[in-house]
């Protein structure tokens, strides 16, 4: 075997030991549209407090810390694994031309409107849940989401994805295990349905 073909060899398992432990890595980055709009923020407070004082509903939807941070809403376009800042700055630059490219075609240089309106879970039972979320109405935004998700597919960081589930996370489990607690629950929100499945958020306008 000749010194080149050595160097080929470790490379390749270079390569294969790099793209093992991104397989196994959990997702380090996300990429997301920012809702704090005062409107979006204010309606999910008042939300918050709505569903915390109302006695009907289960105990284990009504606890403080399954709720998302006011100041940390967001829609997830996709999630990312990144192993250094090489491979930051490249998402980055992809990311940055895919909004000044194609996603600029779609707005066409005007502002982006979305309604943030309904309740959704992530699974089918109601007595089970992990993750509710708002909804949100907008063709346009859709577009806009799954060209961005399939520009960062494409650069080998992302999953790939033939749509993206829009959504804007409200309440999480997640946040308990965040919060201290050591393990992680569920939520009953059968009743919270019931009566909120149709909350609004309100419209907002998305410029830049």
Do not use: W
Request: net charge neutral; hydrophobic share 35%.
């Amino acid at each position: 075997m000749t010194s080149e073909e050595s160097v080929m060899r470790c490379r390749d398992r270079i390569h294969l030991i790099i793209h093992g432990a991104r397989d196994r890595a959990s997702y380090t980055h996300f990429v997301s549209i920012p809702m704090t709009h005062e409107t979006i923020k204010d309606n999910f407070l008042k939300f918050m407090n709505t569903v915390k004082n109302d006695e009907e509903l289960s105990d284990s939807c009504r606890e403080e810390t399954v709720f998302q941070e006011s100041r940390k809403l967001h829609l997830t376009i996709t999630m990312l694994s990144l192993l250094d800042i090489s491979e930051e700055k490249s998402v980055s630059d992809s990311l940055e031309k895919i909004i000044n490219t194609r996603v600029s075609e779609i707005l066409n240089g005007k502002p982006l409107e979305v309604e943030i309106k309904g309740l959704e879970i992530m699974n089918d039972d109601p007595t089970r849940v992990n993750v509710l979320y708002a909804l949100t109405s907008s063709d346009k935004l859709a577009n806009v989401v799954n060209t961005i998700a399939h520009a960062m597919s494409d650069t080998g960081f992302a999953p790939q994805q033939n749509s993206v589930k829009i959504h804007l996370t409200l309440m999480n489990t997640r946040y308990m295990v965040m919060g201290k607690k050591k393990k992680r629950g569920r939520m009953d929100v059968t009743k919270l349905l019931e009566k909120y499945r149709n909350y609004d958020f309100g419209k907002v306008t998305i410029t830049e």
